[in-house]
């Protein structure tokens, strides 16, 4: 204790005297004592964090912190069931029956987040084609075909535009699905003059007619690049009237206008249609 009586010993006992006067005075004071205590480096062995002249000493606080990030675990969803979707794909609805011959299923929507699949809501009962799935789809068969397809970006409907991302195409007087293998239309979107007859075959559908089914609905893109003829046409997920359908994918009035509302082309939306045995093949 040397130093005490030399002059950097009187500016210590200064400050001490002055923290002091400040501990008093701290019930008046609206501000903080701050008070500069300058050490002799004879008196600081072993203090870390002050060393050297006055002049040229650095303060230095270091205070180790420990953080530990917690990653919630996936919840487990029918997505995992699938092969790995490209990365680009951030929406995908499932479409499951039971077995191949079942004309009903469950349709169920779902948005990657960051690494995770979450669900839009509670599945919805789907009406599916009359005779079930199929791996190998005709023309006529009455079944909804099995597998993982991307959803076309134009809504259609006979009803109002809908809020949506998507494009929407108002279905007028002579607006056609063309289901006639063998013409150069097959499968696709047709408009010819009003009360026109038809060019296509007795099968093709006047679109403005079939109410409420075509209220709105989306084109699924089976058989759609390449189109091969005889393969299966006109694969729309549209309004359910209750019953099974021709091969289409049918669901609640509702329900479909939530998923049109959800659907962004920006997030490259796919469908999958399978069996519940058979949703790790796609």
């Known amino acids: 204790m040397a130093w005490v009586g030399s002059e950097e010993g009187r500016w210590y006992l200064r400050g001490v005297a002055l923290s002091l006067a400040c501990m008093r005075r701290v019930a008046l004071l609206t501000g903080l004592c701050f008070v500069l205590l300058v050490v002799p480096a004879a008196a600081t062995t072993g203090v870390t964090g002050v060393t050297g002249d006055p002049s040229t000493s650095t303060t230095t606080s270091t205070s180790t912190s420990t953080s530990t990030t917690t990653t919630q675990p996936c919840v487990a969803t029918a997505v995992g069931t699938l092969k790995p979707l490209a990365a680009s794909v951030r929406q995908v609805i499932i479409v499951n029956a039971r077995k191949a011959q079942d004309n009903v299923g469950v349709l169920t929507a779902y948005s990657r987040m960051g690494t995770c699949w979450t669900r839009l809501s509670r599945g919805v009962p789907a009406e599916l084609g009359i005779e079930g799935l199929a791996l190998h789809k005709h023309e006529g068969d009455g079944k909804t075909p099995e597998g993982i397809f991307s959803l076309a970006t134009t809504v259609y409907g006979i009803g109002p535009r809908l809020s949506t991302a998507l494009r929407y195409h108002h279905v007028v ?3 056609w699905w063309d289901e ?4 150069t239309r097959y499968n696709q979107f047709v408009h010819v003059a009003c009360e026109a007859p038809s060019p296509f075959g007795a099968k093709s559908e006047p679109l403005w007619t079939i109410q409420p089914q075509y209220q709105h609905f ?3 893109n089976y058989n759609t690049a390449p189109i091969r ?3 299966g046409s006109a694969i729309f997920l549209h309004v359910s009237v ?3 359908t021709a091969g289409c994918v049918a669901i609640g009035a509702a329900a479909l206008e939530r998923i049109i509302g959800w659907l962004n082309p920006m997030a490259h939306p796919e469908i999958v249609i399978s ?3 058979r949703l790790h093949q796609w």
């Open 173 to 175: 007087c002579g607006d």
């Open 229 to 231: 003829s005889g393969l």
């Open 242 to 244: 209750g019953r099974p």
């Open 218 to 220: 989306l084109v699924i």
């Open 275 to 277: 069996t519940t045995g």
């Open 180 to 183: 006639q293998p063998g013409t």
